[in-house]
């Protein structure tokens, strides 16, 4: 007998799309999923101190999932050699050892699993389940992700049919977004947002389960999410008796850490004329926010976005994003997506040419 449904997560956004997930499967079946959190890329704190006591699911492992980067010996495999042959050879023998020297942070046995669903299959965690002949559903990393364009492609576009007839056919090395042998299928928001005719993504839209939602649902999400409810309370409260608060999304953008500073700083000084801003810092964004903007009030990095939409209190009148897609937000009365060209004056365009809008 196996083990039910068991989901690899990176980020908290992940965690909340696997309880929306659950919460939509019969009822006889819930209760019966794991979950794993990988500590590769985020800082969980005590979340899972939440989440099983959310009766949603049963087991919470961590994972210590490890970055090609932390095996220095792999680094000779990806060295450019000049051609397609000389490359994919290396590439072959890169798959292999990677997934092997992976192996042993791997905190459970996938194969004792009815469904494995996976989160951005480009982290390690997919070339390991395809090398290990696992099967898996993949997910969208964030909203609307594959709508910038697929990255399969883009990493692999020299002699791209070759490569996706080694990857899924052969198996001989691994490719993402679908494009791997052991990837059953994908789930996407939008398809019409996809550009990509391949046959395995599927569409799983956010907003109809958002919709259906009981309140003891969306209550137990808070609880998840929101590991200090007076402060929270006190966060929302500051939100109240003004029509012009502007809620402002950080993002991980610009590797050069002082350029995202400024980044943000205009655009803090930009629509500050128009209203009292408030920021919402990304999870993986590592910029500290609290020493080099103490003048603006931030949000909990560790609360997805979505969960403000379970507070009746909250409302701005613009949110405001760089690259993040902003469909599952309810509560602006207008969402203003900046785009490339914005980005463009702060990096160079061809860092952001392939991105489709």
């Known amino acids: 007998m196996k083990n039910g449904r068991i989901y690899v997560c990176h980020t908290f956004y992940h965690v909340y799309i696997s309880f929306l997930k659950e919460f939509v499967r019969p009822e006889s079946e819930r209760g019966n999923a794991t979950m794993i959190l990988s500590l590769m890329s985020n800082e969980w704190g005590d979340i899972k101190d939440r989440i099983i006591p959310s009766g949603v699911f049963k087991e919470v492992y961590e994972f210590d999932e490890k970055r090609e980067t932390d095996f220095p010996e792999l680094a000779k495999y990806k060295k450019n050699r000049g051609n397609i042959i000389l490359n994919m050879i290396p590439r072959f023998v890169f798959t292999y050892k990677f997934a092997k020297l992976q192996e042993k942070y791997v905190p459970v046995d996938f194969r004792s699993y009815d469904d494995v669903y996976v989160f951005c299959d480009t982290d390690p965690i997919g070339l390991y389940l395809n090398k290990k002949r696992i099967k898996y559903h993949s997910l969208e990393d964030g909203l609307n992700y594959l709508s910038r364009g697929i990255p399969a492609k883009r990493d692999n576009s020299s002699f791209f049919w070759l490569k996706k007839f080694m990857s899924m056919k052969l198996n001989l090395i691994f490719m993402q977004d679908g494009y791997s042998k052991y990837c059953t299928d994908m789930e996407v928001n939008d398809l019409s947002l996809v550009d990509d005719d391949l046959n395995k993504y599927i569409e799983v839209p956010r907003k109809a389960i958002e919709d259906s939602l009981t309140e003891s649902q969306k209550q137990t999400l808070i609880r998840v999410f929101v590991k200090d409810m007076d402060r929270m309370t006190s966060e929302i409260k500051k939100t109240e008796g003004s029509r012009d608060n502007i809620l402002i999304l950080t993002e991980p953008l610009c590797k050069d850490l002082n350029m995202r500073e400024k980044l943000f700083r205009d655009l803090i000084d930009e629509y500050s004329r128009e209203g009292r801003v408030f920021l ?62 914005f980005m463009d004056k702060y990096e160079d365009p061809s860092i952001h040419a392939h991105i489709k809008e």
């Open 280 to 341: 919402k810092i990304h999870p993986r964004d590592e910029l500290d926010y609290a020493a080099r903007f103490s003048d603006v009030f931030r949000f909990d990095k560790t609360v997805p976005m979505e969960i403000l939409n379970f507070f009746s209190e909250v409302r701005f009148k613009k949110v405001v994003a760089v690259f993040t897609q902003l469909g599952s937000i309810n509560y602006a009365d207008e969402k203003v997506y900046l785009g490339k060209k």
